[in-house]
């Protein structure tokens, strides 16, 4: 099964609100079955970005799952919701890289062009911040996210983001969901899918 499969398949299984198929449409029409997840480090690759999405979901079931996370710290989320933080957290990289060509040096020593990913930003209203944005124009009234959620894929870089760290650290105190998806982020960026893949 690919990543988008398998993507579509989690995504048509647990997620069931209103808009949801209006939204998975808009991903299909989008680059976002075929996009990088970044421009070199993990998944700078056609089709990371829906790879780390995937990887993101199943590091986040697994984190929830331990009972120390249930037990002691009570953190229990509906499948619904899991599914819609981890698989939709990196929205906001929708239509977000090109392709350049720049030149390197071959084996051989000769000049030659080759293909790299950069920055072409045509929405540029942050980060996590973004994705929630884009997710809202599919999920509202009844169906839109709970605070809890827009928080958790708000701040799903934890500290690696630029914005405050005291505020970083009271929103991930105040919403443990934001907590285990930036884990489950950084086990998927770090662990599974590197720089050199």
């Known amino acids: 099964m690919t990543a988008k499969e398998e993507f579509i398949s989690i995504y048509n299984e647990n997620i069931k609100r209103e808009g949801a ?39 986040l079931k697994d ?5 120390r996370v249930r037990e002691k710290y ?27 060509y720049r030149n390197r040096k071959n084996d051989d020593g000769v000049w030659e062009k080759y293909p790299c990913y950069t920055i072409n930003d045509t929405l540029p209203y942050g980060h996590g911040e973004k994705s929630v944005y884009i997710i809202s124009g599919f999920f509202y009234g009844d169906s839109r996210l709970s605070r809890e959620e827009a928080f958790a894929i708000r701040y799903h870089m934890g500290f690696s983001g630029t914005e405050d760290k005291n505020i970083i650290g009271k929103a991930l105190e105040m919403y443990p969901l934001a907590f285990a998806l930036s884990v489950a982020d950084m086990e998927a960026s770090y662990f599974l899918e590197g720089s050199t893949k």
Do not use: Q, W
């Open 63 to 67: 984190y929830l799952s331990r009972p």
């Open 74 to 100: 009570g953190m229990e989320y509906s499948d619904e919701t899991i599914a819609i933080v981890a698989l939709l957290h990196d929205l906001c990289k929708i239509n977000f890289y090109t392709v350049e």
């Open 21 to 59: 198929d209006k939204l998975l449409e808009y991903l299909k029409k989008s680059d976002f079955f075929t996009a990088p997840s970044s421009t070199r480090y993990h998944g700078s690759y056609e089709g990371g970005l829906v790879e780390h999405s995937v990887n993101v979901y199943h590091c």
